[in-house]
């Protein structure tokens, strides 16, 4: 090995170490402190992906799930096909009427939303649950199909046994206000801008 | 109903219906082109998370996924206990040798990148598999373990046969050049800022 490779070698170690360092006393100072609400919001890819990658990841602890999707409600997507596969551990609920510019009625997408928080409490309030997954509810607050005062309300007055995630873009600064973690998803390029069609496996 | 909920919901209706009438174009017009290279970068939590929330959806559809992890390799997770129990549809190899902060050893970290990119080249050649993950691949091309040349040469000549999800912040930009779909995962608001420890089912 070269005198180079030498110092670039030792030089990495002891930047390893401070890091290390650094990360061992982050990690020794924190309480642990269990029911954070989540929220996935921004325009980009990934908001309800990476919820779903939850799920895989609390099944793998053999955690019990459950999930509310207020919004796709007449797609059929991979996520739904899979989780429904584990009725024992994911209770999977779709109460959305597919998304608004499908259906274009106020109405009805209300009532639809009303039944679907209304499950959504249910879970929240359910202690065999150890994750909830709110996908699209930012959309239904978004279009003021549920009122964010109440649900806000509801979200502080839940248990906190479980853990709470919320999708969807344009989350209300009132939910992010309330929110343990918030993360925002940005779209730096897109296939949709250069023509190609939204697909399986990938967008739902 | 009153005159006033009557107005707000044919308005309702008129912007949906605009908004479909976009969506429905924007959907003719696109071209079907499989084998896309996805990019999930950035500070904020989801990057892996959205890339093992697609794993579930790809497994929905009854697709064969590959999953390399370059670094978590020391930490037991849920998405690994999870998807190792799908062996007939799920190639999962666990390369990395654990956090380069824990290691300290750059040529031990080199030796581990370059094995796992044989086994990367190996899943992105197999016509057997619909959608790669390559985990954490950012980390490694950014302390230069790998060759970034040499990746972006390996990825460009791929068969276009399947999905391929890079992950890691940081991503390089010679890799954000040749992805098709780029996300950044940004930080808005985190529980590590105030106090609360990483926990099983959200951070691992």
Chains 1, 2 share one sequence.
């Not at 020794?28 to 908001?47: C, Q």
């Not at 609390?58 to 739904?80: D, F, H, M, P, S």
């Not at 509801?154 to 479980?162: C, I, M, N, S």
């Amino acid at each position: 090995m070269s005198d180079d490779e030498d110092r670039k070698n030792a030089e990495h170690k002891a930047a390893m170490q401070a890091l290390k360092a650094e990360r061992d006393a982050m990690m020794a100072e924190k309480t642990d402190a269990p029911g954070l609400l989540l929220v996935h919001t921004g325009d980009g890819k990934g908001k309800s992906t990476a919820a779903f990658g939850m799920v895989a990841r609390a099944l793998g602890w053999n955690q019990k799930i459950g999930i509310v999707q207020y919004i796709k409600g007449k797609w059929i997507t991979g996520e739904r096909q899979f989780y429904k596969r584990f009725p024992e551990s994911v209770r999977y609920e779709i109460m959305g009427q597919g998304f608004t510019w499908d259906t274009q009625d106020r109405a009805r997408d209300i009532e639809a939303a009303e039944a679907a928080w209304a499950t959504s409490l249910e879970m929240l309030h359910d202690p065999e649950l150890d994750l909830v997954i709110l996908d699209e509810l930012n959309i239904a607050l978004r279009y003021d199909y549920l009122d964010i005062a109440k649900v806000v309300a509801d979200l502080q007055a839940r248990p906190r046994d479980k853990h709470v995630v919320v999708t969807g873009r344009n989350a209300k600064p009132e939910l992010i206000a309330i929110a343990d973690l918030v993360t925002e998803m940005t779209l730096v390029k897109h296939p949709f801008d250069q023509g190609i069609k939204a697909q399986r496996g990938v967008d739902f």
